[in-house]
């Protein structure tokens, strides 16, 4: 073999391919342009220039999309979350406890009542920290698959929600929790934690390390990271980004009941998915997320715009997430041709 | 009785088995991309002897049984079958034509019983369609009862040890009624008793006119069991003798006998105090009591076959995997390596085996692969990660190193074998290492990139890095370094000095 070969071979495309995103965003603005096709068509009037349906929309899926940021660091340090949703459940429950106003009579701390927001907030946050510490725990150091071990604590979790009040609703929250749900503040709350995740994801070691865990833990810890301590940080953060989703839906709808965020964490996958992150880890973005996002609030109220069935949605829903993950295989496999 | 014609046919495949073996092939080629495996190999198995197939890690033993087990595909030459040219499409097919593989790493399936593992796909029914297990139990009774072997068919395999395991392997292959049996290392995990029980089984298969191909690195073995042996070097065919017709030393010289070039630029430059020693170190079943020194601006070679451990030594001192005992002292103080972290704290690099298990980070771009060891130790700044500085560093070095890539932005699994070992290299460097362990620095690439990372290696040495440099490729060994420490089955067999060294000597004491 000439040298000539070698180099022919060490330069693959000169061409610079464009970043993931793009595709992902052209995927969006397909899906955008089709609902407002069929619009016209069924509806007689436009999708996209309805101030008010981009709102609903876009507060429909940010609490979930705060969620989606957690477990997109999950999935790209190659693992997975499937406890968000019930710790939705559980700090929604035990916040709200600790959230509620003097003037009602029937309080669960009738002595804790009328606290200053940043208590039950503080209060839920840490909540959410130690379910990721058992995650985490059980992940990195019991050497439990992901999914076995979050579909332990979603289970319990869910059923702590319930044990809480005996399965008795929590309603009345100050004036100051109320707020961080009230108008637009889940929106600006998720655009504030993709902002910050955006940045740790790719300026601070934090990131660097997730994205080379996932791309390979074996090289990861030959350089030096401690990947056991990584990935429990990892965890933790995404169980408190769902508590935080938690006490934003309950202060939204100023009550708190133990089957709140019931399968939030398969739409938040789904998102993840949607926006090009990588089951198998190592590959992805927020910003991809966010993207995902939209994608799939843009697809739910275009079926609630087009009048169709709940029904169809979930169904295709499902759908949408398996031919994502498709793609998601596809790309590898031919990727693994290519090289 | 048959007819005239039917035995005279029978007579000629018979004819025809005794002359050509039962199993020959010629001519077979198998390349991969950038490495030539397989040149115009031959290969004769005669009916009812155990033939052994020697040569150095890499000679090219296993591609070609996995050619023959039908695994890969061989791009020229001919396979014949008991006098017949066949085509082997894949394993099943291998199987089905009457050979079988049993493989360095057995492949049972643990949660099932002894009895389901032989005869998975082959199961006796009963009138109803199902599974007969009463009949299958009794069929394995017979198959084992025929080979001697004392084992329960309803016995689990997860719960046997490795020996039984064995043992299941070869009675699953023998109930295929195969003409040749293929054994890749069988005894790398077997005590002496356990052994002798297989060395019985194989004699008694001889005895049924089975050809058993017999892999091996040891040589006490082939005199022990082996009829005839075939050498393989570099891929190519050196020759097929009788085992009884030849000494150790004319196998050792057959097997390295090949021509040193000078590809291997290795300047002299003065060695400096002892940076590195290592005293008794130890891991329980794995390696024992390794002690060695290393000096500044030296390259002590580390040779030995599959199996000798090297590797796992590699690791204890970058504390991937620690040792359970011994002592490591660096600049002559005793330090604690419990985790490569520690290990690069004391100015410790690791260069791993496996460029895709260990090394690269396949999904991520160059730039990120050589930054990655070097932020976790420095370059943070206000939890930012010095991103602009680490890229001008990763840059000049990826210059330095004349990695070959479009931009440096691309991801690494478009990279060719020597630009990612490239990029690893450069990883450690820019950890600015004072030791340096490289475990195969030069695995499966091209010449080209080959002789720059031994210059490099060279360089390095010169600026008063101490390297350990672990290599199969005795070449490569003998060439770069000052002084070689050989290693066998765990244990340090001898140290030899470049001056001193030769292929035959390392060999020697690699093999034993």
Redesign the interface.
């Known amino acids: 073999?000439s040298?000539q070969d070698?180099?022919a071979?060490?330069?693959?495309?000169?061409q610079?391919k464009w970043p993931a995103e793009v595709n992902i965003l052209l995927v969006l603005i397909g899906i955008a342009l089709v609902f407002e096709i069929l619009g016209w068509i069924f509806q007689g009037q436009s999708f996209l220039f309805s101030w008010n349906r981009l709102k609903i929309m876009i507060l429909q899926v940010s609490v979930i999309g705060i969620i989606a940021v957690g477990v997109t660091q999950v999935i790209i340090s190659g693992g997975i979350d499937l406890s968000s949703g019930s710790v939705v459940g559980a700090v929604a429950m035990v916040a709200m406890s600790f959230a509620q106003v003097s003037t009602y009579a029937r309080a669960v701390y009738p002595a804790l009542t009328d606290l200053p927001m940043i208590v039950p907030l503080l209060i839920g946050l840490g909540c959410g920290a130690v379910v990721g510490l058992i995650n985490g725990w059980l992940i990195a150091y019991t050497k439990i698959p992901p999914f076995i071990a979050t579909l332990g604590t979603m289970v319990t979790v869910r059923g702590f929600a319930k044990w809480y009040t005996k399965g008795q609703p929590i309603s009345f929250p100050t004036e100051g929790f109320a707020w961080i749900g009230s108008g637009m503040m889940p929106v600006v709350i998720f655009i504030l934690v993709a902002l910050i995740f955006h940045v740790a994801m790719k300026?601070?070691?934090y990131g660097?390390?997730t994205?080379?865990i996932?791309?390979?833990a074996?090289?990861?810890?030959?350089?030096?990271?401690?990947v056991e301590r990584h990935l429990v940080k990892v965890y933790v953060i995404a169980a408190m980004l769902a508590a935080l989703a938690g006490m934003v839906v309950a202060a939204r709808g100023q009550t708190a009941q133990a089957g709140m965020g019931l399968a939030y964490e398969l739409d938040a996958i789904a998102m993840a998915v949607i926006g090009g992150v990588?089951l198998?880890?190592?590959?992805g973005s927020i910003l991809g997320t966010a993207i995902g996002m939209i994608i799939f609030g843009v697809i739910i109220s275009g079926f609630t715009f087009l009048r169709l069935d709940a029904y169809y949605q979930e169904m295709i829903k499902g759908a949408i997430v398996v031919a994502a993950v498709v793609a998601d295989v596809h790309r590898q496999r031919k990727?693994?041709k290519?090289? | 009785m048959v007819s005239p014609r039917t035995a005279a046919a029978i007579d000629r495949v018979h004819a025809a088995t005794q002359r050509d073996g039962v199993l020959s092939i010629s001519g077979i080629r198998k390349e991969f991309?950038?490495v030539l495996a397989l040149d115009d190999v031959q290969l004769r198995i005669r009916p009812g002897t155990v033939h052994a197939l020697m040569g150095e890690n890499g000679a090219g033993k296993s591609t070609l049984m996995k050619i023959i087990a039908g695994v890969y595909q061989p791009d020229a030459g001919e396979i014949r079958l008991r006098g017949q040219v066949v085509a082997l499409k894949s394993p099943l097919d291998a199987l089905e034509q009457g050979i079988s593989m049993i493989h360095q790493e057995l492949a049972l399936m643990n949660w099932m019983t002894v009895a389901e593992n032989i005869w998975i796909r082959r199961e006796p029914k009963n009138r109803f369609g199902l599974i007969d297990h009463a009949e299958m139990t009794r069929m394995t009774a017979d198959l084992f009862a025929r080979l001697n072997i004392n084992l329960d068919p309803r016995a689990q395999v997860s719960e046997l040890t490795v020996a039984q395991k064995q043992m299941v392997e070869i009675a699953k292959a023998v109930s295929h009624n195969s003409d040749v049996l293929i054994m890749d290392e069988p005894t790398s995990a077997l005590t002496e008793r356990e052994v002798d029980h297989l060395f019985a089984i194989i004699r008694d298969l001889r005895t049924r006119g089975i050809g058993i191909v017999y892999i091996t690195h040891k040589m006490n073995e082939l005199f022990e069991i082996a009829d005839e042996f075939t050498v393989f070097r570099d891929g190519k065919y050196v020759g097929t003798h009788n085992a009884s017709d030849v000494t150790r030393d004319d196998i050792i010289r057959m097997m390295v006998g090949r021509e040193i070039t000078n590809m291997f630029p290795k300047v002299d430059c003065p060695i400096g105090d002892t940076i590195l020693e290592v005293r008794d170190l130890t891991l329980p079943g794995v390696f024992h009591d390794v002690s060695f020194t290393l000096r500044r601006g030296e390259i002590l070679g580390l040779a030995g076959l599959v199996g000798s451990k090297r590797s796992n030594v590699a690791e204890a001192l970058?504390g991937?995997h620690p040792a359970d005992s011994g002592e490591i002292l660096i600049d002559g103080k005793p330090v604690t390596i419990a985790?490569?972290?520690q290990?690069?704290a004391h100015g410790m690099a690791?260069l791993?085996e496996d460029r895709k298990?260990?090394?690269?980070?396949?999904?991520?771009d160059c730039l990120?692969n050589i930054?990655?060891?070097l932020?976790?130790?420095s370059h943070?700044k206000n939890?930012?990660?010095q991103?602009a500085e680490v890229n001008r560093l990763a840059e000049d070095m990826a210059r330095t190193l004349r990695v070959?890539?479009?931009?440096l932005?691309?991801t690494v699994?478009?990279?060719?074998g020597?630009?990612q070992q490239k990029l690893l290299i450069a990883?450690w460097l820019l950890t600015k290492p004072r030791i340096l362990i490289l475990d195969e620095p030069t695995r499966g690439i091209?010449?080209?990139?080959k002789s720059e990372i031994h210059r490099l290696i060279t360089e390095l040495a010169a600026q008063g890095v101490a390297v350990l440099m672990i290599s199969s490729e005795l070449p490569e060994v003998l060439g770069m370094s000052d002084r070689i420490m050989v290693m066998h089955e765990g244990h340090v067999s001898g140290f030899l000095d470049r001056a001193e060294a030769d292929q035959v000597k390392i060999m020697s004491l690699a093999a034993k």
């Open positions: 073999m040298s070698i180099t071979r060490a330069a693959p495309r000169t610079r300026y601070t070691r660097k390390f994205y080379a996932g791309a390979n074996q090289a990861a810890r030959v350089s030096g990271i401690d990588s198998n880890g190592g590959r990727r693994r290519t090289s | 991309p950038g970058f991937v985790s490569p972290a290990a690069m690791f791993t298990e260990t090394g690269c980070f396949l999904t991520l990120e930054q990655s060891a932020i976790t130790r943070v939890g930012f990660v991103q070959k890539t479009p931009n932005q691309e699994e478009n990279l060719s020597g630009n990883r091209d010449v080209g990139a």
